[in-house]
């Protein structure tokens, strides 16, 4: 859970994977693959991933833009949909749904990159109020964040990735995981983007 967890809906195999394999390469962790709008539901409830790409045209009895809005009601993680459809009535459905991105396959690596790299910052920066003070936060929770947990959780919450954190912390991303492990335990938090929330929300 220490890494950014995405939730990948794509109904053709081949396509996933390749998404999939995008994502390991730039330093993205998985949190499933659907291949129907059932299974994503699924796996939205289970595995409580921190964004989503969604294609719009998939199995099952809903679509894409019916999962962002499923997505909007009750999940409140952003997500990007990436499909081959850019006509201008589904564009406009899409619209409705406030994505924090669309990508059109074919796509490479590096716009899968800089498209859940804006989406995360977007949503990072909608849900930022002023960060708690530390010793606010410690006395809401059973155990206490050490100062550093602190450093690191306020470039967590700007929406930076383990890399990110890791160059303005000068520290290992090995040392970053750990430290975000924590603080997900500590805060009781599934994934990283329900951190965000819980620190907006804390007064």
């Given at each position: 859970?220490?890494?950014?967890?995405?939730?990948?809906?794509?109904?053709?195999?081949?396509?996933?994977d390749?998404?999939?394999?995008?994502?390991?390469?730039?330093?993205?962790?998985?949190a499933g693959?659907?291949y129907?709008?059932?299974?994503?539901?699924?796996?939205?409830?289970a595995?409580?991933?921190?964004?989503?790409?969604?294609?719009?045209n998939?199995k099952?009895?809903?679509?894409?833009i019916?999962?962002g809005?499923i997505?909007n009601e009750?999940?409140?993680?952003?997500?990007?949909f990436?499909?081959?459809?850019s006509?201008?009535t589904?564009?406009?459905?899409?619209k409705?749904?406030?994505?924090?991105?669309y990508?059109?396959?074919?796509?490479?690596?590096?716009?899968?990159?800089?498209?859940?790299e804006?989406?995360?910052?977007?949503?990072?920066?909608?849900?930022?109020?002023?960060?708690?003070?530390?010793?606010?936060?410690?006395?809401?929770?059973?155990?206490?964040?050490?100062?550093?947990?602190?450093?690191?959780?306020?470039?967590?919450?700007q929406?930076?990735?383990?890399?990110q954190?890791?160059e303005?912390?000068?520290?290992?991303?090995?040392?970053?995981?750990?430290?975000?492990?924590?603080?997900?335990?500590?805060?009781?938090a599934p994934?990283?983007t329900?951190?965000?929330?819980?620190?907006?929300?804390?007064?």
């Amino acid at each position: 859970m220490t890494e950014i967890r995405v939730l990948i809906v794509e109904d053709e195999p081949l396509i996933a994977d390749d998404i999939a394999n995008s994502l390991n390469t730039i330093d993205y962790k998985v949190a499933g693959i659907a291949y129907s709008s059932e299974k994503a539901l699924e796996l939205l409830y289970a595995r409580k991933p921190d964004i989503a790409l969604l294609d719009i045209n998939i199995k099952g009895s809903l679509s894409g833009i019916d999962l962002g809005h499923i997505i909007n009601e009750k999940y409140q993680i952003p997500f990007v949909f990436l499909t081959s459809f850019s006509d201008k009535t589904t564009v406009d459905e899409a619209k409705k749904t406030m994505p924090y991105g669309y990508v059109l396959k074919p796509f490479s690596a590096m716009e899968l990159y800089t498209s859940l790299e804006m989406a995360l910052y977007r949503f990072a920066n909608e849900n930022k109020g002023e960060l708690p003070l530390l010793d606010h936060i410690n006395q809401h929770i059973p155990s206490s964040l050490t100062s550093k947990e602190y450093e690191v959780l306020q470039d967590l919450c700007q929406g930076y990735n383990n890399k990110q954190i890791s160059e303005r912390q000068f520290i290992s991303v090995n040392t970053v995981k750990t430290h975000v492990r924590q603080i997900l335990t500590k805060l009781d938090a599934p994934n990283r983007t329900s951190v965000m929330h819980r620190m907006s929300k804390m007064k």
